[in-house]
T-cell receptor
Framework: QKEVEQDPGPLSVPEGAIVSLNCTYS??????FMWYRQYSRKGPELLMYTYSSGNKEDGRFTAQVDKSSKYISLFIRDSQPSDSATYLCAMKGGSWGKLQFGAGTQVVVTP | EAGVVQSPRYKIIEKKQPVAFWCNPI?????LYWYLQNLGQGPELLIR????????DSQLPKDRFSAERLKGVDSTLKIQPAELGDSAVYLC????????????FGPGTRLTVL
């Protein structure tokens, strides 16, 4: 079993809808949680960075971490066709720990 | 500010041939990472450098893979000989420090082994 599980999708939503993405994990030592966006033929780009539990909002993006359930989420409000990409969750234990990535969820926002 | 630069972007070779990838990190970034990304998967760390020193290479298949970071700036990753299963995207990333700093990724080198 992988340490980080993520549904690969694809997840197709109409423009303007809310995109809901999530990951589950098994390692209770994870403390740092990230969401990356990866466009086709590009490298991952950091979207959100959260330490420990709680919510974090940045523009149209909201990240949630529930350490008791070992579950993290990313919400994208007012989705745009330009949000079509693969979204990867990533997490690590201590500040010097190795990043563990999920497999990524492909999101398609249709006009 | 220039991002992480990788070359070549694409490489097609036959099995048993050698191949090398080059990475130039963001200026001032002390930590450099090489990742492997298979199709439909997230990146997996191969090796991490702190300046010139390889501090985490536990996932690097040392029988055929090698890496170096001379002078603590540019880095090269080599595979010799390549196998069919090595076909993947090889990503380079850098950060100011490896603790809590953001990792910035390059566009990757897409390797196809025939």
């Amino acid at each position: 079993q992988k340490e980080v599980e993520q549904d690969p999708g694809p997840l197709s939503v109409p423009e303007g809808a809310i995109v809901s993405l999530n990951c589950t994990y098994s390692n209770s030592a994870f403390q740092y949680f990230m969401w990356y966006r990866q466009y086709s033929r590009k490298g991952p780009e950091l979207l959100m960075y959260t330490y420990s539990s709680g919510n974090k909002e940045d523009g149209r993006f909201t990240a949630q971490v529930d350490k008791s359930s070992k579950y993290i989420s990313l919400f994208i409000r007012d989705s745009q066709p330009s949000d079509s990409a693969t979204y990867l969750c990533a997490m690590k234990g201590g500040s010097w720990g190795k990043l563990q990535f999920g497999a990524g969820t492909q999101v398609v926002v249709t006009p | 500010e220039a991002g992480v630069v990788q070359s070549p972007r694409y490489k097609i070779i036959e099995k048993k041939q050698p191949v090398a990838f080059w990475c130039n990190p963001i200026s001032g970034h002390n930590t450099l990472y090489w990742y492997l990304q298979n199709l439909g998967q997230g990146p997996e760390l191969l090796i991490r450098y702190e300046n010139e020193e390889a501090v985490d290479d536990s996932q690097l298949p040392k029988d055929r893979f090698s890496a170096e970071r001379l002078k603590g700036v540019d880095s090269t990753l080599k595979i010799q000989p390549a196998e069919l299963g090595d076909s993947a995207v090889y990503l380079c990333a850098s950060s100011k420090e490896s603790s809590t700093d953001t990792q910035y990724f390059g566009p990757g080198t897409r390797l196809t082994v025939l």
